[in-house]
């Protein structure tokens, strides 16, 4: 604890980061008081994502989904507390956006301290508990904030969460992905439960959607595969008590995994929300032959209908061919009583991975 003291004090630019493992009220609360106290933005890993949407110190996501600006921070940053993170390659870029800083790494498991990188310090402990002795040591050493913090709101006031860069002209006419899926993302009740299968369009769609609380947001590409989001979906409904749950996936995840527990989910008047991202290909591929120059027709495919598929499975369903159907879609989320899936309707080339 000296040592991991010594080293935020002697911080002039830290920033304080928080994983699932201190996405408790007690703990948030409590890296609130040592960010302030300290003048240290806020950050989280992605699965303690909105942990602080309403603090103006918050930087968002730190990691590969961070934002520009953000990343322009970390940068900076000469110092990172982490509570709760396992540090991992996503979180650090293989370790990249902790060169040239000091590490302090804070847990209740022991087995979670060094697991994926070395760190300078390490405190093995509660959260809540943790931060608030770094802050008495503070105080007793009289050891002035920084002004990294206030850095931080003074440049982000004005910034949008993750800037969109304009769409290819060849693309004219088509849908575009992440206008699209910001739009719909913003037609779904506040206090969602989002699912997010596997595919290409995922690591834009985590920076995109919105959740509540870090418990609000499941991930289920812990083994890289893609289809499992309804499985998930239907389990996180059954755990949520009443809250509208919605499940974000491609075309090939949900014609994997998705057709069987759609019924499941109608049989059990599930309140979901199924959006289907739709390039009619196994995208993680299709990127693959066009990085290479090659025909990527194998990757594609003529599915079904899969908005009438999902009615004649006795939910509901709408599809999004053009930008002017998201009026039809507000209106179905709305008026939806059954599980409903919004059919969006892509080009494979327009479907980011990054």
Not at 27 to 37: G, M, N
Not at 176 to 192: C, G, N, Q, S
Not at 269 to 294: K, T, W
Request: charged letters at 20%; a negative charge; one cysteine or more.
């Amino acid at each position: 604890m000296d040592h991991a003291v010594g080293i935020v004090a002697a911080a002039e630019r830290p920033i304080v980061l928080a994983g699932r493992g201190a996405a408790t009220p007690s703990a948030r609360a409590a890296i609130c008081r040592l960010a302030e106290r300290l003048g240290a933005p806020v950050a989280t890993t992605l699965r303690g994502k909105s942990l602080f949407s309403a603090d103006p110190g918050a930087l968002g996501v730190f990691g590969t989904l961070s934002t520009s600006a953000a990343l322009d921070q970390i940068g900076k940053s000469d110092c990172v507390i982490a509570f709760g993170a396992s540090l991992n390659s996503w979180t650090t870029d293989s370790g990249a956006l902790l060169n040239g800083k000091r590490v302090v790494q804070c847990d209740t498991d022991p087995q979670a301290i060094r697991r994926h990188i070395d760190v300078d310090a390490a405190v093995l402990g509660d959260a809540a508990t943790i931060a608030d002795a770094i802050i008495e040591y503070l105080d007793e050493a009289e050891v002035p904030a920084r002004r990294f913090r206030e850095d931080w709101i003074e440049k982000s006031a004005d910034l949008e969460d993750y800037e969109i860069p304009p769409a290819s002209t060849s693309l004219v006419g088509s849908i575009p992905f992440r206008e699209t899926v910001r739009a719909i993302d913003r037609l779904i009740p506040e206090d969602r439960v989002v699912v997010v299968d596997a595919g290409r369009f995922m690591f834009a769609g985590y920076k995109l959607l919105h959740v509540p609380d870090p418990h609000s947001l499941v991930h289920t590409c812990n083994f890289g595969a893609i289809g499992l989001g309804m499985g998930n979906a239907i389990g996180a409904a059954l755990a949520a008590h009443g809250r509208p749950v919605f499940l974000v996936c491609g075309d090939g995840g949900f014609m994997l995994g998705g057709i069987t527990e759609f019924v499941s989910a109608v049989q059990n008047g599930i309140d979901l929300i199924v959006m289907v991202l739709n390039d009619s290909s196994y995208g993680a591929e299709h990127i693959q032959f066009r990085n290479r120059n090659m025909d990527p027709a194998r990757t594609l495919f003529r599915w079904p209908d899969l908005s009438a598929l999902a009615i004649t499975l006795g939910g509901e369903g709408v599809t999004m061919r053009v930008p002017g159907d998201l009026t039809t879609v507000e209106k179905a989320i709305v008026n939806r009583t059954r599980p409903l899936l919004i059919e969006v309707e892509l080009d494979p080339d327009d479907v980011p991975i990054e």
